[in-house]
C-alpha cells in the first residue's frame, strides 16, 4: 500500500470539522484514503457528543479537534462564567466522546483516538490560565485513559500544539501583523509557524499502523516553542 493511503479502509470521525484544525484534517485524512465524517457541532449540549458519534456510524479514528478562542483575563479577574464556558467547550466533550466509541472500539480491540491539544498547558503563559487549565486538564485525560486502553489496543494520544497555522489562532490578520512577526522570531526557535498540513500529516501518522507503540502520549507541536 503506497504512503498516500495508508489509512485506506479507515473511517475518521473529525470533530468541530469547521475550526481550529478541523479543516486541514479533513483534507489530510482524505488524501490518505481515510473515508472522513466531518462533525460541525460545537459539541457543548451533553447528549451532542452521542449524537455525532451515532450519526457518524461506525468509526475506527476518533479526531477529537475542539477549539474556542482563548481568553486573555488576567488570573485576579477570570470570572465563573468564563471558566465554566472555556471547560464546558474543551474539556466536558472528552468523556462524553470517550464513552460513545470506546465500547465498539473495545470490543473490537482496534482503534486509534488522537486528541488536538495546546501546548500552551506545557509551558507557562501570561493571561491565559483559563485556556491553559483547559488544555491541560485535555493532556492528562488522554495520559490516564491512554495507559487504561493500550490492553485492549486502543491508542489514545495527543497533539500539544502552539505556533501552528490554523484560522482560529493565527488568522491571516494576525500573521500579517509585523509585531506579531517580531513575536515569531523572538520565542519560536523555527522562526516560523508551523505549517497546517505539517501538523495534519503528524495527526495521519499518529492515527497510522506504524504509530502503534505510542499510549496515552503527549506530542508538542509548535517549533520549539516549548523547550525554548
Request: hydrophobic share 50%.
Amino acid at each position: 500500500m503506497s504512503a498516500d493511503q495508508r489509512l485506506a479502509g479507515q473511517r475518521v470521525l473529525i470533530t468541530q470539522a469547521d475550526v481550529f484544525m478541523g479543516p486541514v484534517l479533513c483534507d489530510v485524512f482524505a488524501r490518505h484514503g481515510a473515508t472522513v465524517i466531518a462533525s460541525t457541532d460545537p459539541l457543548v449540549h451533553p447528549d451532542a457528543p452521542a449524537a455525532a458519534v451515532a450519526a457518524a456510524g461506525p468509526i475506527d479514528i476518533l479526531l477529537a479537534n475542539l477549539g474556542v478562542p482563548a481568553p486573555t483575563t488576567p488570573a485576579a479577574d477570570v470570572t465563573d462564567a468564563e471558566w465554566r464556558d472555556t471547560f464546558a467547550a474543551l474539556v466536558d466533550p472528552l468523556p462524553r466522546l470517550f464513552r460513545a466509541v470506546l465500547p465498539a472500539m473495545t470490543a473490537r480491540r482496534s482503534g486509534r483516538i488522537l486528541v488536538m491539544g495546546s501546548a500552551s498547558a506545557l509551558r507557562g503563559m501570561k493571561r491565559a490560565s483559563t485556556y491553559s487549565a483547559a488544555r491541560g486538564a485535555q493532556l492528562a485525560y488522554v495520559q490516564a485513559v491512554g495507559v487504561e486502553l493500550a490492553p485492549h489496543n486502543v491508542q489514545v494520544n495527543a497533539i500539544a500544539q502552539n505556533f501552528v497555522d490554523n484560522p482560529t489562532y493565527f488568522p491571516a490578520e494576525v500573521q500579517a501583523n509585523p509585531r506579531f512577526q517580531e513575536r515569531l522570531k523572538r520565542e519560536v526557535p523555527l522562526g516560523r509557524l508551523v505549517g497546517a498540513e505539517e501538523d495534519a500529516e503528524f495527526a495521519v501518522y499518529l492515527c497510522s499502523a506504524p504509530a502503534a507503540c505510542f499510549v496515552g502520549q503527549v506530542f508538542p507541536v509548535c517549533g520549539g516553542w516549548v523547550t525554548r
